[in-house]
C-alpha cells in the first residue's frame, strides 16, 4: 500500500507541472494573440427608452419620463419649476422652449440651473410636443 502511495505521489509531482506549464503557455499565447486587439470604443450618448412607443405623443411621454419627470413635474415644485408655470410663456413660441431645452441657463435663482440632457433634435421635440398637449389638462 505504501508503494503504491510513493508512486501516485511521485506521478503527481510530475503531471501537475506539466499540466501546469502547458496552461501557463496557452495563456501566453492568449495573452499574445488579443494583445495585438485594439479596443473598440463605445459612446453611450442618450438614454435608452425602457418602453418601445407606437405613438410620437408616447414616445415624447416615454421621453418625459425617463429625463424630466424626476426634477418637474407639472403643478409641483420639485427640484425644477412646476411645468404650468414656465411652459406657458413659450406657447407662441415653441422653437425658444427647444433651444431652451438644447441649452439650459439659469432663468430663475430660486432653482438650480437645468443640466443640459444631450437629447436628439428628434426628441426634444417629441418632449415638446407631449409637455405642451399635457400642459391642456392642467390649464383649462
Do not use: W
Amino acid at each position: 500500500m505504501r508503494t503504491k502511495l510513493i508512486k501516485l505521489f511521485y506521478v503527481l509531482i510530475f503531471l501537475f507541472p506539466t499540466y501546469t506549464l502547458r496552461d501557463i503557455s496557452a495563456f501566453i499565447h492568449i495573452s499574445k494573440e488579443f494583445s495585438s486587439l485594439k479596443p473598440i470604443e463605445v459612446k453611450v450618448e442618450e438614454k435608452v427608452a425602457l418602453v418601445e412607443p407606437k405613438e410620437e405623443k408616447q414616445e415624447g411621454k416615454v421621453i418625459y419620463e425617463n429625463y424630466c419627470v424626476s426634477c418637474h413635474y407639472f403643478k409641483s415644485k420639485e427640484v425644477g419649476p412646476p411645468l404650468r408655470e414656465v411652459l406657458p410663456k413659450y406657447k407662441g413660441d415653441l422653437a425658444r422652449l427647444k433651444n431652451f431645452i438644447k441649452k439650459p441657463f439659469r432663468v430663475n435663482p430660486e432653482y438650480p440651473p437645468m443640466p443640459e440632457l444631450g437629447l436628439s433634435d428628434r426628441k426634444i421635440d417629441l418632449v415638446v410636443i407631449y409637455i405642451m398637449e399635457d400642459l391642456k389638462k392642467y390649464t383649462e
